[in-house]
Nanobody, 124 residues
Framework: QVQLVESGGGLVQAGGSLRLSCAAS????????MGWFRQAPGKEREFVAA????????SYADFVKGRFTISRLNAKNAVYLQMNSLKPEDTAVYYC?????????????????WGQGTQVTVSS
């Protein structure tokens, strides 16, 4: 069983930055594809970014390309999401997820473990 704990959320003004962290325990972290998703009130959970086992391959949703960067540090069992140029529409609960599969996926159903989420609020 893998446990995921997100941190780093908060309130920021539009144009600002936040760095989310996700700490993993209970498994072989370097074997998991890791992803970030978000869910705004009244909306479905949506894909934000994903990163391969080694960190060499990444995937982003179009609405964050050029603004967000996903990275991982396997030695620390951690994955990060650097968010720059934040917009009010980025306001959501952000979730970290782990996938035991072998290919990056944007689908929530492909991910096996989820964190509890961290709130990001961007004011205009």
């Amino acid at each position: 069983q893998v446990q995921l704990v997100e941190s780093g959320g908060g309130l920021v003004q539009a144009g600002g930055s936040l760095r989310l962290s996700c700490a993993a325990s209970g498994g072989t972290f370097s074997r998991y594809i890791m992803g970030w998703f978000r869910q705004a009130p009244g909306k479905e959970r949506e894909f934000v970014a994903a990163i391969s086992w080694s960190g060499g391959i990444t995937s982003y949703a179009d609405f964050v390309k050029g603004r967000f960067t996903i990275s991982r540090l396997n030695a620390k069992n951690a994955v990060y999401l650097q968010m720059n140029s934040l917009k009010p529409e980025d306001t959501a609960v952000y979730y970290c997820a782990a996938d035991l599969g072998s290919r990056l996926s944007t689908r929530t159903a492909e991910y096996d473990y989820w964190g509890q989420g961290t709130q990001v609020t961007v004011s205009s």
